[in-house]
């Protein structure tokens, strides 16, 4: 039987999210590698899957921690719920990179490299909202900057998507490029869903 302890684990709680955050960060900036050095080599696309890995790693330890801890320094139920949605956005971003190399593309197309970029800023503004959970400190300034990335994601993808069925004439073209599209605006969305969670725990908490 698990150990359930009475004193509330904040610091391995907010250590936890920490890495949750950064790995997420990490992973984002593989996936701008890999668009800009296509076609990738192995080593790089096993460096992605490890980091989900470690997302799905760092999770299950905050699920543990969670089971084995009696007063947690939040609501558990806030603690689950940021815990999956940070581990959602490198979910979506290896799903995403997994498209891009086993689709049979041969080049990149040009939006789907800014699609990146803006998972990536979107992904280090949420690892800079997650940093100020210890404390309850304010993060307005960071979700607001993320909202707008989110913005940006969805201009990008309508834009995307209008250029690829006006100027494709492979339809299985139109078909991959698609859904890589939308995985990596999935990964951007992801991001603002994780900061929608962490918004309201800090309200809550203030």
Not at 122 to 140: C, P, R, T, Y
Request: aromatic share 6%; charged share 35%; glycine share 4%.
């Amino acid at each position: 039987m698990a150990r359930v302890s009475l004193v509330p684990q904040k610091r391995e709680f907010f250590t936890l999210f920490a890495r949750a955050s950064e790995n997420a960060v990490g992973i984002s900036q593989l996936l701008v590698r890999l668009l800009d050095d296509f076609p990738p080599d192995e080593n790089l696309l096993r460096e992605i899957k490890e980091a989900e890995h470690e997302g799905d790693r760092v999770t299950r330890e905050l699920v543990d921690l969670l089971n084995r801890t009696f007063v947690t320094p939040f609501d558990r139920d806030d603690i689950y719920n940021l815990a999956g949605a940070i581990d959602d956005v490198c979910d979506y971003v290896d799903e995403a990179a997994g498209n891009i190399a086993g689709y049979g593309i041969t080049d990149v197309r040009p939006f789907a490299r800014q699609q990146a970029e803006v998972v990536l800023r979107s992904a280090e503004k949420l690892n800079e909202a997650v940093a100020q959970l210890d404390g309850f400190k304010d993060a307005s300034r960071q979700l607001h900057e993320l909202r707008d990335l989110e913005d940006e994601g969805d201009r990008l993808n309508r834009a995307a998507v209008a250029e690829l069925f006006a100027g494709a004439d492979d339809p299985l073209d139109v078909i991959r490029w698609k859904d890589i599209y939308e995985q990596l605006e999935e990964a951007v969305d992801a991001c603002e869903n994780a900061a929608d969670v962490l918004e309201a725990i800090l309200v809550k908490n203030r």
